[in-house]
């Protein structure tokens, strides 16, 4: 199946700090990708669409400013978590849709593991 | 957001049983996904189902999308310690440009 990667895999950083997050699709196009959060022993939460070319699309609840995403190429897409807390702590994954492929096919990233001291 | 009903939520089983978790809808979707989650990782497609009725199989994994369009199930025969992990199941309407819905998962572990 095709592979989207996330860099970092995990970052600690200081209560205020910014953190950006990076997601790829490797070996296929992605016009579209989706940001998701995590927190232990639960499901994935959508936070937001992310849509090359033009703007992100949050799910009800997330705070735009506070999630920046930019989706810089047909490859990337970038999650900046701005003045980060405590509770912005979690497990971040993107996903991405292989619409090369018959069925559109979402492949997802290995996560990344934000801890905000 | 909208979640599916996922069940069990959890199972703790002996190695070589079999499993079956299912997951429900008060909607449709067009497509069913079952993924396995594995500790710090992202989860990894296991088997996709397009059609209603569809019986789709994946080594000693089998999966059906139910003819309402409402439920699908998953079954893992004869299991085996890397078995272990989080199973979610997922639903996606062709109208909602890739967005998936996920289930709460079933944690499954497997004692040798």
């Known amino acids: 199946g095709a592979v989207v990667s996330q860099h970092p895999s995990r970052v600690i950083c200081k209560s205020g700090t910014s953190v950006k997050i990076e997601c790829r699709s490797l070996?296929?196009?992605?016009?579209?990708m989706f940001w998701y959060r995590q927190f232990p022993k639960q499901s994935l939460m959508l936070m937001a669409t992310?849509?090359?070319?033009?703007?992100?699309?949050?799910e009800q609840g997330v705070e735009k400013d506070k999630f920046l995403i930019n989706h810089a190429s047909l490859t990337l897409s970038t999650l900046t978590v701005t003045s980060a807390h405590p509770e912005d702590s979690s497990f971040y994954i993107c996903?991405?849709?292989?619409?090369?492929?018959?069925?559109?096919?979402?492949?997802f990233g290995p996560g990344t593991r934000l801890t905000v001291l | 957001g909208q979640q599916l009903n996922q069940s069990p939520q959890s199972m703790f089983i002996q190695e070589g049983e079999d499993v079956s978790m299912n997951c429900t809808s008060s909607?449709?979707?067009?497509?069913w996904l079952w993924y396995k989650q594995d500790p710090g990782e992202g989860p990894v497609l296991l088997i996709a189902?397009?059609?209603?009725?569809e019986l789709t199989s994946n080594g000693r994994l089998t999966a059906q999308f139910g003819i309402t369009r409402k439920d699908s199930f998953l079954n893992i025969s004869a299991s085996i310690p890397s078995d272990v992990g989080i199973y979610f199941c997922?639903?996606?309407?062709?109208?909602?440009?890739?967005?998936?819905?996920f289930g709460q998962g079933t944690i499954l572990t497997v004692h040798p």
């Open positions: 996903s991405a849709p292989d619409r090369e492929g018959v069925y559109n096919e979402q492949f």
């Open positions: 909607s449709i979707f067009n497509t």
């Open positions: 189902l397009y059609k209603a009725g």
């Open positions: 992310s849509n090359e070319g033009s703007k992100a699309t949050y």
């Open positions: 070996d296929f196009q992605a016009t579209t």
């Open positions: 997922a639903g996606q309407l062709w109208t909602s440009y890739g967005k998936l819905t």
